[in-house]
Structures are given as C-alpha cells and as structure tokens.
C-alpha cells in the first residue's frame, strides 16, 4: 500500500496543493488535457465511449431513460409528525434589513403590505408554450435583443411598481437581510444556508422570468443560463459585459474578473494570484463539478443543504447544499471586491444584477439535471420541506403563496432547459486530473510531517489546519458503500464577524502512522459564505455556528485510501476570520434503498 501511496504523493498534478496557501507553479496540465467536449452528442446520451457518471448502477437508474420520468415521482405521506414547515412572511410587518459590510439599515420593504390580497399559486395551464432556458454565450440575436428589450422595460418602470427591476431587487434582500422575522418567532427569515435554497430561488426566477415575458408581449420568453458548468461558459458571458449601453450591464462588477478572466470555483475574493493555467482551472472547475454530484447523488442533503424548519435560523449548526457553496464562488467572482461587495458579493445588493438571475438560472438548472440523474425522485421526503411556502408577486399582478413541493416539476412551471453537453459528467474526469506529465519520474525523497487529530477545542483558522481523523470503518466494500455514504464533517464553523468566509478543504491518506507527505492531497470542496448580516451580539458568536457536510466515498477511492484507518484532513483559510471547532467522519444512510 505505501508503494501506492507514495507514487501519490509524488504526481505533479496541479491539483495536488503543498503547503502554501496558492502553491507554485505547477507542472502545466496541458500535456495531460484532453478536449472535453466533442461533437454535439447529447448531454443525456450515456451511449459511445464516453462514460458518464449520470446513472445510479444499483438501482438502474438510467440517464439514458430520462425523457418520460416526469411524473414517476410520488411524494409519500409516511411522516406523521406534526409538521413545522417555514411559514411565508408577514408582508405587513416588513422592517429594515442589514448586510453588514456597510451596509447597515438597508430599505428593501415592498410597495404591498395588505395580507389579505393573497391568493394560492396555480400552475400555469399546461397548454402554455414551454420556454426553453439557453446558455448565455450562446445566445442567437434574436434572443439577445428580447433579453435586452425585456430589462429595459423592466428597469422603465416606475421603482415602486412590484414588476420593477427596482422592486424584483428588492426582494432578495427581503428573503435575505433580515427585513422580515418568521411569524411568531424572532428569527429572521432567511432562504440560504439550507433545503431552502433551491426552491426558493426557483420560484424566484419563476415569476422574474413570466414578468420579463410579459413585458415584451412573449409567452416564451426563458431566461438565458450562465453555463459556468461547461469551459466556454467559464468567463462572465460577453452579453452582460461588453455594452456598456445594455440593460444588461452593471457598472458594479469586478473589473479584475471581466473576460477572459476564467472563473474558479473555489473563488474567494483576493485569490488573484491563482497559479492555474486557464485550462488547468477548467478542469478543476468540472472535477469540482463532477465530484459535487457523484459525492451527493445517493444522498440528497449534501447537494440541498440541511433543514431549516418554522423558528430555525440556518446558521445553527447547519449545512448549506454542495451547490449553494459552489455558487457563492460566482457571486463574489462578479461583485465588487471592497466592502459592501456590490452587487453580486452581497445578498442584500445581488438582485441588482442582471447575471445574477441568469447566475441563477444555471444553479436551478444543476438542481434540475440532479433530480433528472435521480430519476426525479423527490429529494428530500419531508413535509416540513415539501410544505415550506413563501410569496412572490406574479405576472398577473397578484400576490401568491408558493410551496417547495410545486416547485419540482419545471415543466409544470413550464420552463424547461436546453440539452448541452455535461462536459463534467465523463466518469474519465479524474483520470485525466492525476494523470502525471509523461516522463515525470517519483520524488527520491519525500519530506514526511507528522499529524495529530484535531483535539476538543475551537481552533481558529489562520493558517492550515491538518488533522488526523478516524474513519468509523475501512476497506468498505461495494454493498456497504451503497447503503452508507462517507461524509466529512467540518463542526463549529464560527464566524465572528459578518463578512465573507472562505476555507478549502482537502483529504490525503496518511503514510503508515501518523505521517503525510507535502501534498495536501484531494480537494474534498470547499466552504463559501457571502457578507451575511447573522451575528448580532457576543452571544450571537457563541450559538450561530455553521457546520459543512461533504461527501468522500468517492474521492477516497481516487486518492486510494479506502484501506485507510485515518486520513488527513486539511483546512487551508482563504478569506476571512474563522474558526473551526472539530472535524470527524460519518457514516449516513443513503436515501436510495426504499
Ligand atoms: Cu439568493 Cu445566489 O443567492
């Protein structure tokens, strides 16, 4: 095994960091690229040499039986609890909000404060046209004229007018900051850091989308989506960009992230200074992204996020999804990089963007392939999710109250989403990122550091914590790997000031006892918070920890450490003030046995 190991530790892969924070220079991954994308085959196609993550081996879940499952899905009724679904808002209790950051006391109340003017969302008819969301850097003339057309319609109507692009702002903030408490509690309501995320946003993007339809007199007006999933959507798409005349533009943006600066999904802001290549940082990217749905395809809540129920705030102890983590990357890449990160970096000001719905749009369409993948399963069978209901304003001028469960099915919203090439879904992904450079020959020496578990107490995080931590089992075969997923859990997030956080996180097999090589090992993901108004007193500091949840039966494999008692875990700060309080690793049962 150690031969194995050491062979390891030896690969210069630009993948593999040491100890610095942006480690050297790497060997370019050039030798070692390969084309990723390749005719015009079908995303969905599982057929051909390439080998595609997308399907669930046990339960023969085929991507490639993905057109008719709509519909397959039944929500079952089995929990009896009494349920404490997130409640919508009092709309006529609406108060200031904060960001932080300076941007304390922010106004973002809406012009309709009258509760009894709301009425139950009904599904559009199904005879409706199916808008068809496109990716952004693809985007035909025609297309990019209506988009264009449509925010400025939007953005020429009076600001108190709740189809504004004022007003449509607004109400992130409002779900966001603090501008209104959840009924009969004193929390906030908050629609990030949990399950919630995915379908609110969804919703969101929803009413935004058939309102900028109906500005222009189009029934099929769809949302274009920033296909940062693929490498030439990994630079902000050139229509938001390059006119400074359109209403696409927004003079707010990070003038150091314009194209062709590539986008990194680990981006946090100051990480300029980044050693990748640029086609090095795609590939990470798509591992990143290859990994975030192998790791939590068996297990909902690593790519949702963890409950967050009446009276709960998200930030104690939960987890934010996989994706929700990812997308803070692309949020703080667009905004300002100075306090208050306008637009994008901040959730108050995010709205104000026009990227940020077609941001969106692509978060909403990973949902959308993951539940695919799934069969369209519902994710997480709970009445408490399935239940938790907010309002938005429509495209028929009404206020209506929406619930996560009508959410799923986009093609009963009646959107859907353009096929294109899942260049991250190759199962080969992998072997193309540890692939060594041809003629790189092992290291005769390798500079062994010893490491110790983490130990009972908070640490804060300023520089690289690496910790020994014991798996609950090794050598894990086949069946058990297929009831249980292997999760890594970073407990006791504290976070004591506001302001954006960011940590990686990478897992290496340790040699024999209690040594590790230079290498940090594999990147297991990374946590990625925005400025977020959450800590308001001392005692605040204490209770409000967040806590970060990612799946490693995978990538234990990769780095070929299944035979490992220990791995080590290490933590390498980026931005902000943190501090950690334990690391350890769990067994949690998949959803995929019923
Ligand atoms: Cu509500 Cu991308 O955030």
């Known amino acids: 095994m150690s031969s194995s190991l050491s062979f390891l530790a030896t690969i210069a892969s630009p993948f593999h960091h040491d100890h610095s924070r942006y480690p050297r220079k790497a060997t370019p991954a050039s030798t070692h690229f390969s084309p990723l994308a390749s005719g015009n085959a079908s995303a969905y196609d599982n057929g051909g040499d390439k080998e595609s993550i997308l399907r669930l081996d046990r339960r023969n879940v085929l991507i490639s039986t993905l057109g008719g499952l709509y519909g397959a899905a039944t929500l079952g009724h089995e929990n ?252 703080q890449f667009v905004g300002t990089p100075e306090a208050p990160f306008r637009d994008m970096g901040n959730f108050y000001s995010a709205g104000y963007d026009p990227l940020f719905y077609s941001h969106h749009s692509n978060v909403d369409r990973m949902w959308h392939i993951y539940r695919q993948m799934r069969g369209n399963k519902v994710d997480l069978n709970d009445k408490d999710w399935l239940n938790a209901s907010f309002l938005f304003y429509d495209d028929n001028r009404q206020l209506v109250r929406v619930k996560v469960e009508d959410s799923l099915n986009p093609q009963k919203l009646r959107y859907t989403y353009e096929d294109v090439e899942l260049p991250w879904a190759d199962r080969n992904i992998k072997k193309k990122v540890v692939k060594p450079p041809s003629g790189a020959k092992p290291r005769s020496r390798i500079a062994l550091v010893q490491v110790s578990e983490f130990g009972p107490d908070p640490r804060p995080l300023d520089s690289t914590i690496r910790a020994l931590v014991q798996r609950p089992k090794k050598s894990r075969t086949k069946s058990e790997k297929d009831d249980e997923v292997e999760v890594l859990f970073i407990d006791g997030i504290e976070i004591p000031h506001n302001g954006p956080v960011a940590f990686e996180v990478y897992v290496a097999a340790p040699y024999g006892g209690d040594f590790v090589g230079p290498d940090l090992g594999e990147s297991a993901g990374s946590f990625l918070k925005l400025p977020h108004f959450h800590i308001r007193s001392s005692e605040d500091a204490q209770t409000k920890k967040f806590s970060l949840k990612l799946g490693i039966s995978n990538l234990l494999e990769d780095i070929d450490a299944e035979g490992s008692e220990k791995v080590v875990v290490s933590l390498v700060p980026k931005v902000g003030e943190v501090a950690i309080g334990g690391i350890h690793i769990d067994l949690i049962k998949t959803d995929w046995t019923a």
């Open 80 to 331: 009896t609890a009494v349920a404490s679904p997130v409640q919508p808002p009092d709309i006529s209790k609406c108060h200031t909000a904060h960001a932080g950051q300076g941007a304390e006391n922010v106004q973002c109340c809406p012009p309709y404060t009258d509760p009894s003017k709301i009425v139950d969302f009904k599904f559009p008819p199904p005879s409706m046209p199916l808008r068809t969301r496109k990716p952004a850097h693809l985007l035909d003339a025609d297309d990019l004229a209506k988009y264009k057309e449509a925010y400025s319609r939007m953005k020429a109507l009076d600001p108190s007018d709740p189809w504004s692009f004022e007003q449509q702002a607004k109400v992130h903030c409002q779900y966001c900051n603090g501008a209104y408490d959840q009924v009969g509690f004193n929390v906030p309501v908050q629609v990030h850091f949990s399950w919630i995320f995915l379908p609110w946003h969804r919703f969101y993007l929803h009413f935004h989308e058939r309102i900028l339809g109906k500005l222009i007199g189009d029934e099929t007006f769809a949302l274009p989506f920033w296909n940062w999933d693929s490498p030439d959507g990994m630079t902000m798409p050139s229509i938001f960009v390059n006119d400074k005349t359109s209403s696409l533009y927004n003079k707010r943006r990070d003038p150091d992230n314009l194209p062709p600066t590539v986008l990194d999904y680990q981006y946090s802001l100051k990480s300029s200074g980044n050693p990748y290549t640029d086609e090095e940082l795609k590939m990470k990217n798509l591992y990143e992204m290859n990994k975030t749905f192998k790791e939590s395809l068996p297990l909902p809540e690593l790519f949702l996020g963890d409950p967050v129920k009446a009276g709960e705030e998200p930030s104690a102890g939960k987890t934010m999804g996989r994706l929700e983590s990812i997308h803070n990357a692309m949020h």
